[in-house]
């Protein structure tokens, strides 16, 4: 494949997935999705639990390896690649269900600790960007607290808040709210959406939140037993269901 | 009826149903039980003493001891006093002590990340390792040690040597002893400007980062200094260091220096025991730190090593250290096991010989367990600091 | 928009991710690093463990009669085939010794219950067998009642004196660990005091040091005259050195508890002592029994210490007693790696225990 020719073809797309398998020993875990994710696009990922979703997503950045198939991240395919794998990863941000933030670092050593080891940013600099994207998810005052002392809620946006300090094109996100008190589900859900309206930030989103994809999502896809079965605009998608597997699903879940 | 009145302080029980009266009534018996209890034994003993002639005091401290000791780290004869066994014999506990714990941490960190490899077979030797040496008293692998394998050693004739200045055979380890000539003090000034250059750069290689981001390979710069600077001193003044190497002399060794097979075998065993347990400690520690962790490092771009330094390890220290120092005390408390083969530390020594000599148990008893009380509370009370310094910050 | 009904089906793996060479490439030679790794352990093996099987199975002797009748190649398992009766009653008449098994047999019947999950009167019985059942077994092992002829406890030794004194000894220093964790969570200073000192003096001083207390210092304790059993002298110094460790690991219990219980049994109008037994502590126990599990293996280690007081436990046996036996002489790494063998063996049992009923009770949670 002449990488020059297709590249045209190609620049439009920021992640492309073709044919892409994966096995967990002998579990065939993904089979042959095929997904295109231009730049700017907000894509809604769902499906009952085991379908695959976290995993998909996952193998994007290279947390889970595939074993067929291709995923070209840039025009760049992805393979075990470390110089590559770096860039893709300085590029491509993910938020995780448990936060996962660094209890050991406060708030603000949290989100600086990528740009300075990794984008080698002087001190003053991190601080001030990460101040910057504090402010955006509207917690401005925890710079100096330390993760348990925040709130769940709280501790989601700062996870975010961190991604985005590295400037990344693409955002991940595995789950973001399920593990969250109900409470605070609408306060990180408002970031997201502030994400994707203001920032233009394209998004791959594991979510049960419905309400969100039909805010934000410019494609909703519907995942189960490891192979995308239907995929669609919002509205068509939640009005129009065509596959009876989306039609179950979706009645066990709008309740 | 006025609320201003009544009710403005509550009414008080009678004293016999009052809890803070009951309270301080049962303590007054705790403390006068345990009064009687004491003044009987103190006076039994008292007068049990008198009446087997056994005299009481600390006077025998200054007593000449009339036996010679194995090994001593500080001059020491059968003319030395009690009070000098007791310092020997100190010396020798804490010796034992600082070699093993040494040892053992770094055997028991290779075999706690040997067990978490992903290389099955190494896993699966450092799993039996660990099963093995965990589930022996300490005693028997001490015995084993010292009768079986040491004593198994050959005579001094056909000793076991490596690169002709090391000799092993049933006598013991003979090393090489270094003889510093003139001029070393400079190496050894060297190497302290060396330690104080190593910090001095890693403060404005850290304040060069914070100011425009650039790394500085502080790691390597501080080992060349430390280690570099004292070698090109040492061999620019003409290496004034000479080896004094053990010879052997028709039946035995001259110079250097020997290792008495008792403290070979006491360091070997006391090892290979608690390092066993410290794998353990070490293996949790890594495991406790969640995956999640470690995930959230490598999707930011963090390097693999930079994930280990800055995420990892930090986390997994806090969960290590205090067991670990648990571990460290029980290595102490355990080195006592030496008067089993003859490794004179303070119970050997003091508990042992001196108080067979004596007969003075009450005051040699008293002044052992001291040693090993202070041993423990200096260990707990680091404990303390260091869990109070490292906790995570929580609500 | 895109949709499918038609369900792929699920494909086994590609041939080079499974696999006997797909595992030995990945667990054995999965990097240069771990290539070498993998050639210098499988060296190590090969020059440890053929000479070992060597030595212990297949050149040793097994039956002999006396020295002249073992080789010198491999082990002389004759020696303690010969004296096993030894190494396990120690100096027990041979005729008596079934007073002796039927004392352990009797503890090992009353202990299946326990293990029975329907069994409802639990508690009742683990207290009868802590608290009781070690003084009818003294009796009916020492004698001197019912016609029973009195065999004094310097006969007692081998791996029976080693069981005795673990499982006395854990057995006296429960009740006691148990008073002291309360008297260190208690509101009255005194107590408090009294309570760390104790726990935190027995903590801080090594086992030898405590022997040599009991064996020497006891004697001068007590009024002119009282002759003291030498067993009785070290079981008291190590229960009161065991009864610290205990009071630690069940403070950890009492401290797991929520604050919760302890309000709803006050808020019940039961008194402390009524809501401690009745509520907290049952609880409490139940949470640390690995913890106490692993206490019992650590004091069960800990008994060849008696040896060096003059006590004739398994390990003492084999090394003052069968070692000094003239027919016998030079056969101490037989006896070693026999010692050796048998606490391992119990001890590696009970670790897998108290092990599996970590995993047990922590999914009750």
Redesign the interface.
Known sequence: MNKANSKAAMDDYIIRMINL?K?Y????VL??INLDVKQGERIVICGPSGSGKSTLIRCINHLEEH??GQIIIEGEELTGDIKHLEKVRTNVGMCFQHFNLFPHLSIMDNLTLAPIWVRKTPKAQAEADAMKYLERVKIPDQADKYPGQLSGGQQQRVAIARSLCMNPKVMLFDEPTSALDPEMISEVLDVMVELAEEGGMTMLCVTHEMGFAKQVADRVIFMD?????????PN?FFNNP?????QLFLSQIIH | MSTQEQGLTPGKPPIWNDPHYR?LF??IL??IG?GAFLFT?VS??L???E?RGISTGFAFLSERSGFDILQSLIPYSADSTYGRTFIVGLLNTILITVLGVVVATILGFIVGVARL??????AK?ATVYI??F????????I??WY??VLRAMPSAKNSMSFMDSFFLNVRGLYTPYPVAAEGFDFTLIAMAIGVIAAFVVRSWAKKRQNATGQQFPIFWTALGLIFGLPLIVFLLSGSPLTWDIPELQRFNFQGGTRIIPELLALLIALSIYTAAFIAEIVRSGILAVSKGQSEAALSLGLQPNQNLRLVVIPQAMRVIIPPMTSQYLNLA??S??A??IGYPDI?SVY?GTT?NQTGQ??EI?AM??AV??T???TI?LFMNWYNAKMALVER | ?????K??P?????ND??GPIHWLK???F?SPI?TI??II??YL?YIVVPPAINWAFIDADWFATSREGCSREGACWAYIYNRFGQTIYGFYPPEEQWRVNTAFLSLILLCIPLFIESFSKKSWLGGFILLIFPFIAYIFIHGGYFGLEVISTDKWGGLMLTLIISIVGIALALPLGIILALGRRS?????KS?SVIFI??W???????VL??SS??L??????GSDFDKLARAMIGIILFQAAYVAEVVRGGLQAIPKGQYEAALAMGLTYWKSMFLVILPQALKLVIPGLVNTF?ALF??T??V??IGLFDL?GMV?NVLGSDSKWLGF??EG?VY??FV??LF??AM?RYSMSLERKLHTGH
Not at chain 3, 1 to 5: I, L, W
Not at chain 3, 203 to 209: A, E
Request: one cysteine or more; glycine letters at 2%; proline letters at 5%.
């Open positions: 398998n096995w020993g002998n579990f065939h089979k042959d074993q067929k037993a490891g192979q995308i079965i239907e995929e669609n605009t068509e065509q596959s009876e597997r989306t | 309270a049962f303590q705790l403390i345990l034994i039994n003993t007068s049990n003493m009446n490899s992903k290389n099955w077979l190494i030797i099963e093995t965990r589930n022996i008293p300490l005693l028997i692998q015995f084993f009768f079986v408390k355990n006592s096991l008067t089993a119970v508990m108080l148990a009450v008893i052992t367990m090993y009380l041993i423990s509370l707990s | 928009m895109s949709v499918t009904d369900m792929l699920a494909l086994p793996a590609p991710a499974k990945t667990n054995l999965s771990n790794f993998t352990a499988l093996l509101h009255m200073p005194i107590v009294v935190e003096f903590r801080g001083v090594p086992l030898i040091t040599f207390m020497v210092m004697p001068l304790f007590l009024p002119e293996i280690k800990d060849t210490l040896l060096i390990l090394e101490h790494t070693l010692a050796g606490f391992w001890c590696f670790s």
